[in-house]
């Protein structure tokens, strides 16, 4: 449960809830680290003042699920100490994708996402870097939840109007 995460200490390894059972992921690589901080600092430099961009927090899914995106948009009025956020407070979602998580980043992570209700989701492959830019849709999945749809998606740049106005050089989160 959710609330197991609650007790673990705070120098816990990386984890995520998935079932009900508590999975220890991979460690990223120096690469995919390079990536995520460029977006992250990327973000926080282009955002309006009412979001926040981090790493690695987590995100309560439902009651026996929590995964940690490796970038996020939250926001910004939460408290400073919030390690474990609702998917309320998320706007949008980003994994890198690693050869470790390649199936969890591409299918499973994506639909938990939009299931909770999750806006936005990106998902960053990582050779070359290209990220693909994904909305929540009204389209309907098989088990009755809406999906994502992708918006855009390239390794030069970005464009899109949601959640804010962007346009992404993509160069500038490359390493």
């Given amino acids: 449960m959710v609330e197991e995460l609650l007790t673990l200490p705070p120098d816990a390894p990386r984890v995520e809830l998935v079932d009900g059972i508590i999975h220890v992921t991979p460690l990223p690589t120096l690469h995919h680290q390079d990536v995520a901080c460029l977006l992250t600092w990327w973000l926080r430099s282009h955002v309006p003042a009412h979001l926040r961009a981090t790493q690695a927090v987590s995100v309560g899914l439902d009651i026996d699920a929590s995964r940690r995106p490796d970038v996020l948009l939250h926001r910004a009025e939460l ?3 919030c390690w474990l956020l609702r998917p309320a407070d998320v706007v ?4 890198i994708v690693s050869p470790g998580t390649r199936r969890v980043d591409r299918f499973a992570k994506p639909g938990e996402y939009a ?4 806006p936005f989701y990106w998902r960053i492959e990582q ?9 929540l849709g009204d389209r309907i999945g098989p088990g009755g939840e809406r999906q994502y749809e992708l918006v ?20 500038e989160i490359r390493p």
Wanted: net charge negative; proline share 10%; glycine share 4%.
């Fill in 152 to 171: 855009d998606d390239g390794s030069e740049v970005i464009e899109l109007s949601e959640p804010f106005a962007i346009k992404l050089p993509v160069a």
């Fill in 115 to 118: 299931a909770a209700g999750i």
């Fill in 79 to 81: 408290p400073s100490d």
């Fill in 92 to 95: 949008l979602a980003v994994e």
């Fill in 127 to 135: 050779d070359p870097v290209h990220l693909y830019a994904y909305r």
